[in-house]
């Protein structure tokens, strides 16, 4: 993967979701220094207005999971990064159905309603990229998230879907798919994670989270940004409809 020039995205309006703080944050800066301008929307307003300062942005504060107020938006992108994202572990007869209910509007339903929203201004200007951070449970399962692997699933449909509407307009649809990366959602699954396995806490890294995992670390927030870079740069209008994995090889074992 060559590196992308830093005007690659000049002139181009880029909106980030769950951009307050980890990947997304990331998302954002890689995104800004590209040439972008962007727009950071999270329902953290504070957090989203830290990291729009950085990179000379917007901030944008929205509850995903409202959506007649994603509807309603009247912001304009080029680019759409679908981040946003929660956890919660439990077992199926365990889990609350309402919780599962709320991980689908925020994680499925909100990219549909995002993409339902800007595609066709992006048809319309005969360019877009849109970009849905997924995660290697868009193609394997783990025990406990049945939320948020049947989530992360049914996004790499949208995904493909949407590459597939698009092809011939200008706009593409992709994925990008780590593994276990280093942001406070991983981090705060840790302690779910024991009670679930019955292990210490301090055993769950490496018995659990990285146990099918041959690279033996956690994703960097900026690798999952410099993928989603390429993804939106030049050179990248004949990829579309793929999924990106960044597993540290869990889904080649």
């Not at 954002?28 to 040439?35: C, D, I, M, S």
């Not at 207005?49 to 009247?74: E, R």
């Not at 991980?103 to 005969?126: H, N, S, T, V, W």
């Not at 993928?227 to 579309?240: A, D, I, N, Y």
């Amino acid at each position: 993967m060559s590196e992308t020039p830093v005007t690659a995205l000049s002139g181009r309006r880029a909106l980030v979701t769950g951009g307050a703080s980890g990947i997304g944050a990331a998302v954002a800066t890689r995104l800004a220094v590209l040439g972008a301008h962007v727009t950071v929307l999270d329902r953290d307003e504070e957090g989203a207005a830290k990291v729009a300062a950085l990179i000379d942005g917007d901030a944008h504060a929205l509850d995903l999971t409202d959506g007649a107020a994603i509807d309603a938006l009247t912001l304009e992108a080029d680019i759409l990064v679908n981040n946003a994202g929660i956890q919660h572990v439990a077992p199926v007869e365990e889990f609350d159905p309402e919780m599962f209910a709320l991980i689908q509007r925020l994680m499925l339903e909100a990219p549909f309603r995002l993409a339902r929203r800007l595609l066709p201004g992006m048809y319309q200007r005969g360019w877009g990229r849109i970009v849905h951070v997924s995660s290697v449970h868009g193609h394997r399962a783990s025990p406990y998230k049945a939320a948020y692997v049947s989530a992360k699933h049914g996004l790499e449909g949208l995904s493909k879907v949407i590459a597939l509407e698009a092809a011939g307009k200008g706009v593409t649809s992709n994925t990008v798919c780590p593994g276990y990366v280093r942001t406070p959602l991983v981090e705060g699954q840790i302690a779910a994670q024991a009670q679930s396995h019955d292990i210490p806490e301090s055993a769950v890294l490496d018995e659990v989270l990285l146990a099918r995992t041959p690279v033996k670390r956690l994703v960097e927030p900026e690798e999952v940004a410099e993928m989603v870079g390429f993804l939106c740069g030049p050179g990248s209008s004949s990829v579309t409809g793929s999924s990106f994995l960044l597993d540290g090889g869990w889904t080649a074992a």
